[in-house]
């Protein structure tokens, strides 16, 4: 299967990094190196560093992007720092992160993403590290309903997770389509009928799974201190947990004193370290939406860097 993904606000990202030819940037989720590429093709003197955790796409992203000024690293974006280091750079000019699952991971039925297709319970992005089928049939009630409530915001969490430990006991659960009808199962015919009743707790399991909320959190201030005065950093986002965590980060970077406002003068000295690209999220067009389904959801925010040391 060939590893298709078609970049999600493509053009607004590049526009949003203002992109130097002698810079350098970090793509942290290459994929099919769709937003590389482009970053790429406007560099003379540049160079670009792309990463991954999956194999299969810093296999294809090396073959996309040979004969440019770039180089790809299989590690996780939140391992950037330390990466980029040993490549013996400690600064950059800007940072994009498309934080979404890529088209060919979803329907690749064999990565188990999907709860159209039946597949091993498996949602990693890299080749390491514990499955969906693990979490499903080791983690207790209380676990999975975590899980299913804070990652999914499914209200009907705790009544799943108290059928799947029920369905463990006789058989365990290995399977994408196995879960999704166990799931749906759990739903009254109201609920079932609003999108597909396993899409959340499908996303509230691949978060799990490849511990992407921590990666965001650990990301954000290194990708942020990376940068050089000028710099931008830019996230596109695909669910409310993401953009969450994203706006208050770039809203603390933008934020001056925090002195309380009964205070006749600032004693904190704190001032801006960014200031805002975007003052209010880039969400994608009609055209985008009707050509790419799954860029529905997406939101881009970009913040400039206007200070370097951390006050």
């Known amino acids: 299967m060939e590893f298709k993904h078609k970049p999600v606000l493509l053009d607004e990202a590049i526009r949003s990094l203002d992109i130097k030819p002698d810079g ?52 996780n974006f939140d391992n950037m720092r330390e990466a980029l280091i040993r490549c013996g750079v400690t600064s950059v000019d800007g940072v994009l992160l498309d934080l979404g699952v890529s088209s060919y991971q979803l329907d690749n039925a064999s990565r188990g993403f999907s709860y159209r297709n039946d597949a091993p319970l498996d949602m990693r992005m ?27 915001e499914e209200r009907f969490a705790a009544k799943i997770a108290s059928r799947i430990v029920a369905e463990r ?19 009254p015919p109201a609920a079932r009928r609003d999108g597909n009743p396993a899409r959340r707790c499908f996303q509230a ?49 933008c934020t001056g004193c925090t002195c309380p406002a009964d205070f006749p003068v600032c004693v904190c000295g704190k001032t ?23 860029s529905r959801s997406a939101k881009l925010r970009a913040v400039k860097k206007i200070q370097g040391d951390k006050q």
């Open 24 to 75: 350098i940037y970090v793509d942290g989720t290459v994929g099919g190196a769709g937003h590389s590429l482009e970053i790429v093709k406007r560099l003379t003197t540049g160079k670009l560093f792309a990463f991954d955790r999956d194999p299969q796409a810093v296999a294809v992203a090396r073959e996309r992007l040979s004969g440019f000024h770039a180089t790809v690293i299989e590690d």
């Open 205 to 253: 399991l691949r978060i799990e799974v490849n511990g992407e909320l921590e990666s965001l959190g650990k990301v954000l201030d290194q990708a942020f201190d990376l940068l050089s005065v000028g710099g931008v950093l830019a996230i596109i986002t695909f669910h409310s947990l993401e953009d969450r965590a994203v706006k208050l980060k770039f809203k603390e970077f």
């Open 169 to 187: 006991q006789k058989k365990s659960i290995n399977g994408t389509l196995q879960l999704a009808n166990l799931i749906a199962s759990c739903m």
């Open 272 to 294: 801006p370290r960014g200031e805002p690209v975007t003052r209010k999220p880039i969400l994608p067009g009609e055209e985008e939406i009707n050509e790419n389904p799954r």
């Open 126 to 152: 890299s080749s390491s590290g514990i499955t969906a089928a693990d979490v499903v049939n080791t983690y207790s009630a209380e676990e999975l309903t975590r899980v299913f409530r804070d990652y999914g």
